[in-house]
């Protein structure tokens, strides 16, 4: 199987900012929403490098719905706070993620 080095790439940063952020930042951390951001870019290019063309749409749904639902279930555990800044960072890598996806496809070398 072929893997892309952006997929790689893509993977090893979802686990880097993944684990950022079950770090004990919190949500007054000047990086929260920056990691937000990155986080769901990276896991955006990276579903989109290994979903095949017709499942793009329910992937990105479901990237989009579980972060909606992180949030809402951080509301009921203890010492967690849900943000609807969370939400809009989210989405907004949720897009770019999108954005790097298509403008840099094809130029992108399979190895």
């Known amino acids: 199987m072929i893997i892309s080095r952006i997929t790689w790439a893509c993977t090893i940063?979802?686990?880097?900012?993944g684990?950022?952020?079950?770090?004990p930042l919190g949500i007054d951390h000047p990086y929260?929403?920056?990691l937000h951001l990155a986080f769901f870019c990276s896991a955006t290019v990276l579903a989109l490098?290994?979903?095949p063309p017709r499942f793009v749409l329910p992937v990105l749904?479901?990237?989009l719905i579980?972060?909606?639902g992180i949030e809402v279930v951080q509301a009921f555990i203890p010492d967690r706070t849900a943000?609807?800044?969370?939400v809009i960072a989210n989405a907004t890598g949720i897009l770019a993620g999108v954005g790097f996806f298509k403008n840099t496809t094809h130029i992108i070398t399979y190895y």
Do not use: P, R, Y
């Open 32 to 34: 929260d929403k920056l």
């Open 61 to 63: 749904a479901f990237l």
């Open 19 to 23: 684990l950022l952020g079950l770090s």
């Open 66 to 68: 579980g972060s909606v």
């Open 49 to 51: 490098n290994i979903t």
């Open 13 to 17: 940063l979802v686990v880097a900012f």
């Open 83 to 86: 943000s609807i800044g969370d």
